[in-house]
């Protein structure tokens, strides 16, 4: 077991899932470029406000493992809490290897004091996060990992909890006549009743619109068993990286109309793993082009993010947002997909998906252990 301590090491931390997974048809190469940027601990936000080590398992020099190890200080100080986060974490089917892994992430998580370490997560929760224990028949869509069944019996084995599980809700434009009534009802009446109306964000001001969504966020999932405000410099990363993805149709924005306030919002991308999954790894010779053809090539979304500010929770904002979505979804490409991850405990979220007429498709679990 080595901590990464070379461009060669990390080449090597970014490549063993591409030996693991390549020959499976539903795993998805991400690219390699974005990984090292991601992992550039420069260029990252998230080391900001947070530190990290990434970990290779070697056998007779060669990678059989990966894992992370990180603090992320803004969670920490926020939820009042001393978590150490493990992530990135990919190995052959060997127990062994599993359990040196996670002793690894947990010695390094000690002498800083941590008092748990939960994982994995791919530095936070709205990265990659969670070991997939249901819908293994399914490709990921964007931001999901993808594991064979191993994963979560190495991970059990090596004594680690489960802390929570993430679901996936499946939505299709077909079964808009499995939705309840009410919810129809309730957005019809959110603009005539409560002076509320819900616009498309602007690619030309998205770092602004941003700012709003950052309002809603810290309203809406402040009491989430995860939750971590955005910053500044989070929500311009975040501003990047949906650059790519955007879509007019998919991201909303729900505004009162005498004031102007933001009271709710939607960011929906269209699943960029529809196009990740023919380029392999790579952006050249052919990846730029087919990621300019994105919106050609996807027929699927993924709403990740949808929320109302508590005080307005109650006037149908919510029930626009998904009338919006399946409005879109009849004229758009993408006719349906996947909302989610949505924790197991948030019963409302879950509630209104099942009056949507979803289903849970996909189970994440993340897990944790005592650090003494």
Do not use: C
């Amino acid at each position: 077991m080595r901590a990464v301590s070379s461009r060669r090491d990390l080449k090597r931390f970014i490549d063993l899932p591409f030996r693991l997974h390549a020959n499976h048809p539903l795993w998805v190469p991400p690219v390699k470029l974005e990984r090292r940027l991601f992992l550039n601990r420069r260029m990252n936000a998230f080391f900001t406000h947070g530190e990290a080590e990434y970990f290779l398992a070697l056998r007779d020099g060669r990678v059989v493992g990966r894992v992370s190890a990180q603090v992320n200080h803004a969670f920490n100080d926020y939820q009042h809490k001393k978590w150490g986060w493990f992530g990135f974490f990919e190995l052959e089917d060997d127990q062994a290897v599993a359990d040196a892994l996670l002793d690894a992430a947990a010695a390094w998580l000690r002498p800083r004091a941590m008092e748990r370490m939960v994982g994995p997560a791919d530095f936070a929760m709205n990265n990659e996060s969670g070991i997939l224990i249901e819908g293994f028949d399914l490709r990921p869509m964007i931001v999901q990992p993808w594991h064979p069944p191993y994963y979560q019996q190495l991970v059990e084995r090596a004594g680690m909890n489960k802390a929570m599980d993430l679901l996936m809700w499946n939505l299709e434009v077909t079964g808009r006549d499995k939705v309840l009534p009410v919810i129809w009802e309730l957005a019809e009446k959110v603009e005539s009743e409560h002076g509320i109306r819900v616009r498309p964000m602007r690619r030309l001001q998205l770092r602004k619109d941003l700012d709003a969504f950052a309002e809603v966020y810290n309203a809406a999932w402040s009491k989430n068993w995860d939750f971590v405000p955005y910053s500044k410099k989070d929500l311009d990363a975040l501003a990047q990286e949906l650059h790519l993805a955007f879509d007019k149709h998919w991201f909303m924005i729900a505004e009162r109309v005498d004031t102007g306030e933001v009271v709710g919002m939607a960011i929906t991308v269209p699943d960029l793993n529809q196009v990740l999954a023919k380029m392999n790894g790579k952006l050249l010779p052919l990846g730029w082009w087919y990621l300019l053809r994105k919106s050609k090539l996807t027929d699927r979304v993924r709403v990740g993010f949808l929320g109302v500010k508590p005080e307005y929770q109650h006037t149908g904002v919510a029930a626009r947002l998904y009338q919006l979505h399946f409005d879109a979804a009849e004229v758009r490409p993408q006719d349906g997909g996947e909302m989610g991850w949505i924790l197991e405990t948030n019963t409302a979220m879950n509630r209104a998906m099942e009056a949507m007429g979803g289903r849970v498709v996909k189970r994440y679990r993340v897990y944790e252990r005592e650090l003494d």
